[in-house]
């Protein structure tokens, strides 16, 4: 049964107004894409390799000159956004689990760089931020990267599974937004810049592990979070707010049995705008703002789920979710990530040993 924040929705199986055709295969376990000119695409694999993919698919070599990558578990080479600017800069953001000097303990890293005008190497190599503190850990990395209109950058950072109650506070990056200049400096307008006991990098707080995050059209930051046993949900992060994990949550411990008082409201948190029960594990998430699939499917959020295999193409009116349709529903391939391209179609990468980049064919 589904579940929405309002506690009614509905799944369908919708027909088909796209059809997925493969681009390129042969990615190992693909996470992040981004897109330079020339209809290539740049892609990270979470082993830790970063490629160009050329517009007829060809994917190839790896890109040299990544840092050093603590690639295991849920952790390695993870999103990458290339800045708004890109054919003037060819500079790319790309988070990844970076770790300590004794290699004991780890945490997210995001980095800047300069693609080499051959598209072979990074240039001018800089971690602009690593969270805080770094933790033996091989879980909830989070690593959505996202730039908003004014130029600086959103990264949502998991709470690493075992050390929930971290996101409750803001000593910590753990289980939280973070909003940075290109430059890793602090926005002076950040919601804790200048709070005693607070980190100024801090957005909001309260979260647990964010796998996906776009801009909304109306220029607001969006994010879909992992819930548990159950309820994953879908934020609109605002300054300085409290989402609430572990404290409430619409899920459950793995294996059943509640999480700390099994509240699901309390004063001072958010609620989400959305949630599922039970868990689709959501990843990339993208709105669609151009008209190549029809009235129907313009401004409708698209969302990929990990543990069923599926695109969730979300209707939303008045700020609710009132209709979600399964793409792409064979369940047979993990959805790690989707984007709408400058092409105004929607590109999907495949999270498999053989991970695929495939683009949604309007009908």
Known sequence: MFLGAAGTGFFSIASAQGTPETIATGLENPWGIAFVPGGRFIVTERPGRMRLVAADGTVGAPIAGLPSI?????????????????????TLYFCFSEADAAGSANSTALARATLSADGTKLEALKVIFSQKPKVASRNHFGC?????????????????????????????????VIRIAKDGSVPADNPFVGKAGALPEIWSYGHRNGQGATLGPDGRFWMNEHGPQGGDEINIPLAGRN????????????????????????????????????????????????????????????????????????????????????????????????????DGLLYVLTDEADGKLLRLKPN
Do not use: C
């Open 243 to 342: 989402y609430g994990w572990p404290v409430i949550t619409y899920g459950e411990n793995y294996g059943g049995g509640k999480i700390g008082d099994g509240i699901t409201a309390k004063d001072g948190m958010e609620q989400p705008l959305h949630y599922w029960v039970p868990s689709i594990a959501p990843s990339g998430m993208a709105f669609l703002t151009s008209d190549r699939y029809g009235a129907a499917w313009k401004g409708n959020l698209f969302i990929g789920s990990l543990k069923f295999g599926y695109l969730d193409r979300i209707e939303l009116k008045g700020g609710k979710v009132v209709a979600e349709h399964k793409l792409l529903a064979d369940g047979r391939a993990r959805i790690r990530d989707v984007k709408q391209g400058p």
């Open 70 to 90: 603590a690639a295991g578990g849920q952790g390695g080479l993870l999103d990458v956004l290339g800045d708004s600017a890109f054919e003037k800069n060819r």
């Open 144 to 176: 959505r990267i996202v730039e908003a209109r004014d130029g600086t950058l959103f990264l949502t950072l998991g709470e690493r599974f075992s050390r929930k109650e971290d996101a409750q506070k803001l000593d910590n990056h753990l289980g939280k």
